[in-house]
Nanobody
Framework: QVELVESGGGLVQAGGSLRLSCAASGRTAGTYFMAWFRQAPGKEREFVAMIARSGSSTVYADSVKGRFTISRDNAKNTVNLQMDALKPEDTAVYYC?????????????????WGQGTQVTVSS
C-alpha cells in the first residue's frame, strides 16, 4: 500500500508561483497513475492534472492548461505540481491521488489512495 504526503502549499500573490510535492511511501509509486485534485470551499473536488505511470503522458484541466506542470520522479517516489501565473480562483486545498487502474483520469473515484491535502491561497 502507498501512503501520500503533500507539501509546498502556502500563500502567494496573483501571478506568482508555487511548487507542490507529493511523497509516496510504501509500495513502488511507479506502478500507479498519479494525479492532483483540488477542492475550494463550498465546491466539489475537481481534477487538476494526471501523469501516467512512466511519466510519458500528462493531462490537464482546461482551467490550468499552460500554467501548471505535473511531473514525477519514480526513483524518488515523488510527484510534483509546478503552478505558475496563479490566480485567486486557484485557491483551494490540493490533494495528491494515486490509482492502480484508472479508466477516467478526471474521475476522483478511480483513485484509491489520497493524501491529506495542502492549502494553496492566492491573493488578488
Amino acid at each position: 500500500q502507498v501512503e501520500l504526503v503533500e507539501s509546498g502549499g502556502g500563500l502567494v500573490q496573483a501571478g506568482g508561483s508555487l511548487r507542490l510535492s507529493c511523497a509516496a511511501s510504501g509500495r513502488t509509486a511507479g506502478t500507479y497513475f498519479m494525479a492532483w485534485f483540488r477542492q475550494a470551499p463550498g465546491k466539489e473536488r475537481e481534477f487538476v492534472a494526471m501523469i501516467a505511470r512512466s511519466g510519458s503522458s500528462t493531462v490537464y484541466a482546461d482551467s490550468v492548461k499552460g500554467r501548471f506542470t505535473i511531473s514525477r520522479d519514480n526513483a524518488k517516489n515523488t510527484v510534483n505540481l509546478q503552478m505558475d501565473a496563479l490566480k485567486p480562483e486557484d485557491t483551494a486545498v490540493y490533494y495528491c491521488a494515486a490509482g492502480a487502474f484508472v479508466r477516467v483520469y478526471s474521475s476522483s473515484s478511480d483513485y484509491t489512495i489520497w493524501g491529506q491535502g495542502t492549502q494553496v491561497t492566492v491573493s488578488s
